[in-house]
């Protein structure tokens, strides 16, 4: 099966380089074509194939034939059908809700969760502001403050991100050491022939707490709660690294990037 990606920007726009540079990597291993800067102008459905118009910035035209298509262009909060302006309430110019910490609308007694309340619009961020929400309601002492949000992108192989990444500690004045442990180093991504990927952690050198993880590989949606309890409870690499995992397990990767970190790594160094 041939598979043609047209599209204005890069694969996963907004992530960082080196995330999307491995998935791209990937997807063309396994023969998908991409087609950067063609943004489509057309699309006709015949009896047996359809058609999708492209053109690109310099003017030139393309036509590419397909069984299928799939139309991917994001998503927008619905904040336009439930009466907003009887209530007074506004919205941003992306048509979001403002909300606080405990998931409060400008009204007290209006609360919002979810897509119409902002980015991100993740399925796991919108039942915990429901359930901060649900607690308020009840008259107890909740928020969304010291939450930690991972985004994961379900692609082959996955991709899972939490907190700051090497140049958001940057920009924000940290002094970011890097970790880092490829799949390619583990036994058992090797036996489950998983090689692709890695697990990176990005720490404060002055105060030796993880600032955030990026991972790319087979269940980095799973290996990425470890690295949340860490960063929320405000844990230092080598309270991870000093940690047993279990072998053979995708899981010692966490712990030999914190390691890294250390320059204690046993398997990358």
Known sequence: ???TSCGEDDVLPGWDDNLR???REHLESLGV???FGHRATDCTVESSEVVVSTETDDGTET???ADRIVVA????PVTDTVGLETLNLETTEREFLDIDEQCRTSLDHVFAIGDVAGEPMLAHKASTEGHVAAEVLAGRDASTADQQIPAVIFTDPEVATIGLSESDA??????PLIGEMPFSASGRALTTNSPEGFVRVVVDE???TILGAQIVGADASELVGELIVAIRAGLSPHDVSATVHPHPTFSEAVMEACAD?????????
């Open 1 to 3: 099966m041939a598979l």
């Open 21 to 23: 540079e491995r998935i």
């Open 33 to 35: 074509e991409f087609a």
């Open 63 to 65: 036509e590419h034939t």
């Open 73 to 76: 262009v994001g998503r927008q």
């Open 170 to 175: 940057a920009a924000a004045g940290y002094s």
């Open 206 to 208: 002055e105060a030796s």
């Open 261 to 269: 970190t250390l320059d204690e790594a046993v398997h990358t160094n």
